[in-house]
């Protein structure tokens, strides 16, 4: 019984097989000129869309090849490794995303795999600066002076131009550590809990909880067994005031231009300026301010703010919200019920008085459908699972799987999808028409452009191509007849 199944299978085998082979020679409805080279549905599929990209499509949404006309090159085999090139040479790899990702941008190179990183910011030169981390473990690399260094947390080592500092010293983290910034240099102890600094205007002194002083250029801090009672100077022509903090009493800080009163700081606030007044009463459930800011806050029930170029109001935050911003190519809108809807929309600035113009638009229906449209390109797409707008590597690697159904859209011309190329359906300039459902039915139009039509049933069982007044027939996939024109 057992070698019976086991020789069926291999029979099934063998007619997949010779399917595949035969791929090529019994579609009469695949037309190497035209734009659909061949088509076998969600099996294997050749087409060039209608933004002008040849797609090579095979195994559903597992495997995909693109080339546009621009230079742009992509290719996937999901959900384990996929490659995009633009047309400006930037390199993207990605492997089973987010696991690995690797990018080369002109010189510079970097790659990730989990917490494990890599750059290089010039691959051309032999000692270019580089790092390699497992964080938070174990750093290597070079920095840009061509200095390398080594460090293995908490046991000890250097890094350089990391974590804000340009070089960090350490033995048995945190009880030894030294940094430096520029000129600076500071000297800690059991961080936090002592430090002492100089260099480059700045002076820092630090035993916690019970005194503390930093100062650079004209500004100066100092904290008393923080943080009860932390206070600030500046000293500047152009910023000159101080303020302390009695915690968790009161506040005060007083400018020129601005004073601040908070009593149980932040939950009591009150700050009056040239520009502004804001009020925390208490912070954060009701905000308000007036002048340069507008904001009204009854958080979480209801909350509206302007300020000049941005507005945004919300509702039960954070599931309702809406946003203005101002930008230099026009003005975006941002509406968002989380996690079910989410709407972008960009307009031209009526400053003229003439009705704003809408720029492109996206808006997604969590988990039914998205809607994208910039200039005369269009698509829509339908399911859509990822709750936020989507990121270039969730649509490169994971959309296609959940895309059951899409259509795109550019100028006069459409194509449709459904379950990766059961079916198709796309229509173009002058007429042209493509119909698909595999393996039923094909049929393909050519329009006004060559006056040519064909049609399959089951992929070459019947079928007929027209040139013109030149039919040419289909029978039981090998029978082949007709050709000639006809008479007149």
């Known amino acids: 019984m057992i070698r019976a199944t086991l020789l069926r299978g291999a029979s099934v085998c063998r007619l997949y097989f010779c399917a595949f082979l035969f791929v090529p020679c019994i579609g009469m409805a695949d037309d190497d000129d035209g734009p659909v080279y061949f088509d ?13 990209i040849v797609r090579n499509q095979a195994i559903g949404p597992f495997y995909e090849h693109g080339d546009a ?76 002076k061509g200095e390398k260094f080594l460090a293995v947390w908490p046991i000890g080592g250097t890094l350089r131009e990391m974590f804000w500092n340009d070089k960090i010293t350490f033995v048995l983290w945190p009880i030894r550590i030294k940094t430096e910034v520029n000129e600076s240099r500071t000297s800690h ?39 009860f009672h932390t206070s600030v100077s500046y000293l500047s022509p152009t910023a000159e005031g101080d303020g302390y903090i009695m915690w968790p009493l009161w506040a005060h800080f007083s400018y020129p231009s601005e004073e601040t009163w908070m009593v149980l700081p932040p939950f009591f606030r009150w ?24 904001k009204f806050y009854v958080w979480p ?21 809406r946003q203005r911003i101002d ?41 039914l459908f998205s809607w994208r449209k910039a200039g005369d390109r269009a698509s829509f797409r339908s399911l859509a699972l ?32 459904l379950l990766w190329g059961l079916y198709r359906h796309r229509r173009g300039p002058e007429g042209y028409r493509y119909l698909s459902f595999f393996p039923l039915f094909t049929c393909q139009d050519s329009g006004q452009t060559e006056d040519s039509s064909s049609f399959s049933i089951l992929k070459g ?15 039981l996939y090998f029978l082949r007849f007709g050709g000639k024109e006809k008479a007149h």
């Open 40 to 52: 076998w549905g969600p099996i294997a599929s050749r087409m060039e869309g209608i933004d002008g």
């Open 69 to 144: 006309p621009g230079g742009d090159q992509f290719f996937a085999y999901r959900p384990l490794y996929v490659r995009y090139l633009d047309a400006g040479g930037r390199l993207r790899r990605e492997y089973f995303w987010p696991i690995a990702v690797s990018k080369t941008v002109d010189d510079r190179h970097y790659w990730r795999f989990l917490l494990a990183y890599y750059y290089n910011w010039d691959t051309t030169a032999p000692n270019s600066r580089s790092r390699f981390m497992v964080f938070p473990f174990y750093y290597q690399g070079r920095d840009s």
């Open 189 to 227: 102890w059991v961080w936090p809990i002592y430090a002492k600094g100089s260099g480059e205007n700045m002076e820092r002194f630090r035993v916690l909880p019970f005194y503390g002083r930093y100062t650079r250029d004209r500004v100066t801090r100092k904290s008393i067994m923080w943080p």
């Open 271 to 294: 700050t009056q300026s040239d520009k502004l007044t804001k009020r925390h009463l208490p912070f954060p459930f009701i905000q308000t301010g007036t002048g340069e800011v507008e």
């Open 301 to 321: 029930l209801w909350g509206t703010k302007k300020m000049p170029g941005n507005s945004s109001w919300f509702f039960l935050w954070p599931l309702v919200n």
């Open 327 to 367: 930008k230099p190519e026009g003005v975006l809108h941002r509406f968002r019920i989380v996690p079910i809807a989410w709407k972008d929309w960009t307009v031209t600035r009526d400053e003229d008085g003439t009705e704003p113009e809408v720029l492109s638009s996206y808006f997604k229906l969590w988990p």
């Open 386 to 417: 990822w709750p936020m707008k989507n990121t270039g590597p969730v649509r490169r690697n994971w959309e296609p799987f959940w895309t059951l159904y899409k259509r795109n859209w550019v100028e006069d011309a459409s194509e449709s999808e």
């Open 461 to 475: 069982f019947f079928g007929m191509e027209r040139h013109g007044e030149t039919r040419r027939w289909q029978v």
